[in-house]
């Protein structure tokens, strides 16, 4: 699969009609996904991180990349990769790392250890030189974390998202953003927006209708999933 397959998955959709990039977080959940119909899968690293035992933002580098090519290996649709905040990698190095693994498309955010936005210039500078050394080979969706440790004031949020389009981003996610500001974001941010939906149709069908072009679920599924294997545990237990 290559980029401009996956790209083309965002282009012209029709209003209610998202995207609905479901979260692998090893190669058996990938599989499973994919057999379900879904056309690509979008890793979660919070997700990824904790099927190999780290704490969210704390998977080494290679483990990281490693957990990506197994996902790749295992299904026959395009698959996008939360690689944080680039792992202090230079451009090159991160780009380069990324298409060994075979996936096409990555998430970029904005901020670090969950704590501090970065210089938002500054890091569409960066955006600007992971699209150079990417040229089309990924899909760039860059995450503004205005919601998450910034002002919440949803001018910010396009403000920043406004430089990462310029910069290349192909795609802008604003993380936990509240479904009611999404007609805002909508209004300023020209091109795919990436919203994030618990894992329930309801959710989905919520931010389907005010207008998201993409959506994604974080580690939700894998949450999901453990907390069904934990139901199941203690009804074995009696």
């Not at 692998?24 to 499973?32: E, K, L, Q, V, Y």
């Not at 649709?77 to 693994?101: F, I």
């Not at 990555?106 to 901020?111: I, V």
């Not at 501090?116 to 600007?128: M, N, Y």
């Amino acid at each position: 699969m290559t980029a401009s397959t996956f790209r083309a998955l965002h282009q012209g959709r029709a209003a209610g009609d998202p995207l609905v990039l479901p979260g692998p977080w090893d190669a058996g959940s990938a599989r499973i996904l994919a057999d379900a119909g879904f056309p690509a899968l979008a890793t979660p690293s919070a997700g990824i991180a904790a099927s190999l035992g780290y704490e969210d933002g704390s998977t080494p580098p290679e483990e990281m990349f490693a957990a990506v090519a197994r996902i790749v290996r295992a299904v026959d649709v395009p698959v996008s990769a939360d690689l944080e905040g680039g792992y202090g990698l230079a451009p090159g190095e991160l780009v380069g790392r990324l298409l060994e693994t075979g996936a096409v498309g990555c998430n970029l955010e904005d901020s670090v250890g969950h704590t501090t936005l970065r210089d938002p210039q500054r890091h569409a500078d960066w955006l600007a030189e992971v699209r150079v050394e990417a040229g089309d080979a990924l899909f760039i969706n860059a995450r503004v974390d205005t919601f998450l440790v910034g002002t919440g004031d949803p001018a910010d949020a396009v403000a920043r998202a406004l430089l990462y389009v310029a910069a290349g981003a192909d795609c802008v996610y604003p993380l936990l953003a509240p479904p009611e500001v999404l007609p805002v974001l909508r209004a300023g941010i020209e091109g795919p927006i990436n919203m994030a939906a618990r894992p329930d149709p309801d959710s989905v069908a919520e931010l389907a209708r005010l207008g998201a072009t993409r959506i994604t679920f974080g580690p939700g599924m894998q949450r999901y999933a453990m907390g069904a294997i934990g139901e199941l545990a203690q009804g074995l237990r009696g």
